[in-house]
């Protein structure tokens, strides 16, 4: 008898496992959909990737078609903001061993079907002067047909203060960093300085004192 119960509760044990196992799927089934955030997500990095390269190549229709309209409105109209785009665009012109910017999704939002992002963006160029440069600047993303298609404006190209402006619809809670730029060599010249003023430093702590004989 006491062998009956066992076998029976090891029988019920298995079933409870293999219901469980079947009631919680696995995150990392490759056949299950993909979350809408997901799909916002990498539509959202495709489009800004055909942004940033509309603008390195110059093609400057299809950089029309990526951006924000607000923003096109904001410049009285594409003759203007196409003005604007390519004015800057030559002010700080790509060198031809440069390659197109480096994207980076940084915050994904949104309300009901209206998605909107922050796409972080990184040009390494050469300065002459001084040496490598890394220079992080960021777009603005809008989506209305709830992450499908996007929309652009590129905050480096006015302040942030000015964004609210350009881009009326842009959520409160949107965070759009400063952008910045650094001299890598510099940069990497100094820290070794300090690490190496650190290292003496914590060398002449570490000396023995030699006390003086009388």
């Given at each position: 008898m006491r062998i009956v119960t066992c076998a029976l509760l090891?029988?019920?044990?298995?079933?409870?496992?293999?219901?469980?196992?079947?009631?919680?799927?696995?995150?990392?089934?490759?056949?299950?959909?993909?979350?809408?955030?997901?799909?916002?997500t990498r539509n959202a990095l495709q489009f800004a990737d055909s942004l940033t390269r509309a603008n390195f190549y110059a093609e400057w229709?299809?950089?029309?078609?990526?951006?924000?309209?607000?923003?096109?409105?904001?410049?009285?109209?594409?003759?203007?903001?196409?003005?604007?785009?390519?004015?800057?665009?030559?002010?700080?012109?790509?060198?031809?061993?440069e390659k197109p910017e480096k994207l980076q999704m940084l915050t994904m939002l949104n309300d009901i079907e209206t998605w909107q992002c922050v796409i972080e963006k990184v040009r390494e160029s050469w300065d002459e002067g001084r040496g490598k440069v890394k220079t992080t600047t960021y777009l603005v993303g809008e989506s209305t047909d709830n992450g499908l298609t996007w929309k652009f404006i590129d905050a480096s190209h006015n302040s942030l203060v000015n964004v609210i402006y350009i881009m009326p619809s842009v959520f409160s809670k949107l965070e759009i960093p400063e952008g910045k730029v650094v001299y890598v060599d510099e940069v990497a010249t100094q820290e070794a300085a300090q690490a190496e003023q650190a290292a003496k430093a914590a060398a002449a702590k570490k000396k023995p004192v030699v006390k003086k004989t009388k």
């Amino acid at each position: 008898m006491r062998i009956v119960t066992c076998a029976l509760l090891i029988c019920l044990s298995g079933i409870a496992n293999a219901q469980d196992q079947t009631t919680t799927p696995s995150t990392t089934d490759p056949s299950l959909p993909e979350s809408d955030t997901a799909i916002a997500t990498r539509n959202a990095l495709q489009f800004a990737d055909s942004l940033t390269r509309a603008n390195f190549y110059a093609e400057w229709d299809t950089y029309m078609n990526l951006s924000a309209p607000s923003a096109i409105k904001y410049y009285g109209g594409k003759d203007g903001f196409k003005e604007h785009v390519i004015s800057i665009h030559y002010r700080n012109e790509p060198k031809t061993e440069e390659k197109p910017e480096k994207l980076q999704m940084l915050t994904m939002l949104n309300d009901i079907e209206t998605w909107q992002c922050v796409i972080e963006k990184v040009r390494e160029s050469w300065d002459e002067g001084r040496g490598k440069v890394k220079t992080t600047t960021y777009l603005v993303g809008e989506s209305t047909d709830n992450g499908l298609t996007w929309k652009f404006i590129d905050a480096s190209h006015n302040s942030l203060v000015n964004v609210i402006y350009i881009m009326p619809s842009v959520f409160s809670k949107l965070e759009i960093p400063e952008g910045k730029v650094v001299y890598v060599d510099e940069v990497a010249t100094q820290e070794a300085a300090q690490a190496e003023q650190a290292a003496k430093a914590a060398a002449a702590k570490k000396k023995p004192v030699v006390k003086k004989t009388k």
